[in-house]
């Protein structure tokens, strides 16, 4: 089943004269429950890929579907709502909420959606995400490790249709880095969670399912592993 849809996706910057083509002219789709790594150079727009397909950036060509959504044919606000509750995104930098608890950070997209935790679903993460003794701590009391758990947390939180995660090791050192990516992997085999992760890291990679590879903006290869 097709869960993501990237038709013709184009993002171009201009500063006077000079253009960027940032995404150039990008297709591809993705199946509900593949772990997909994206890798390139560093300027090669894979970041600006994940964001478009987040619906975090607008293109200035293409489309994007998710699990059959036209995202851009909706407004800002709209596309807000559907990025909070079909998307997770799992930053380099965590990006919590400092007077939050780790079950509150957890919990906010839910909360910024006006609804009731489900609170099974909470006690089921905390107790995967070996966060169940740091549920009342707050961000500055976790190490790095933990922190980026409490933001895989929050992606999950609403059961998105795919989770992205923008270079999710980049700010931690290869043990808890190694953590995050078999918490991914986790996240992908039990709950089925379709994945697609950043990273320039052959070795996380490899351990994905599938790997496209991005170079000036244009994928050079989509190779499929197993």
Same mark, same amino acid.
């Given at each position: 089943?097709?869960? =993501?849809?990237a038709e013709h996706l184009s993002k171009i910057y201009r500063t006077g004269?000079?253009?960027v083509r940032a995404v150039d002219d990008v297709s591809f789709t993705v199946e509900k429950g593949e772990f997909v790594a994206i890798v390139g150079a560093s300027g090669s727009g894979k970041s600006t890929l994940l964001h478009l397909l987040g619906g975090v950036d607008r293109p200035t060509s293409g489309k994007v579907y998710i699990d059959g959504q036209d995202i851009f044919s909706l407004d800002n606000d709209a596309l807000a709502i559907f990025r909070r509750r079909q998307v997770g995104l799992v930053y380099q930098f965590y990006n919590l909420i400092p007077v939050l608890t780790v079950a509150e950070n957890v919990t906010l997209p839910v909360l910024l959606d006006?609804?009731?935790p489900n609170e099974t679903r909470l006690e089921e993460l905390l107790t995967v995400l070996g966060l169940q003794e740091r549920r009342g701590h707050l961000p500055n009391q976790l190490s790095g490790g933990q922190?980026?758990?409490v933001s895989i947390g929050r992606a999950m939180m609403n059961s998105?249709?795919? =989770?992205l995660a923008d270079e999710p090791t980049g700010n931690l050192d290869s043990r808890a880095g190694e953590e995050i990516v078999n918490l991914l992997k986790l996240s992908n085999r039990q709950y089925d969670q379709t994945v697609i992760v950043i990273t320039h890291d052959a070795d996380i990679a490899r351990q994905a399912g599938r790997i496209i590879t991005i170079e000036d903006g244009r994928i050079r290869s989509d190779e499929r592993i197993g």
């Open positions: 089943m097709e869960i =993501l849809k004269e000079n253009e006006g609804q009731k922190q980026q758990r998105p249709a795919v =989770l």
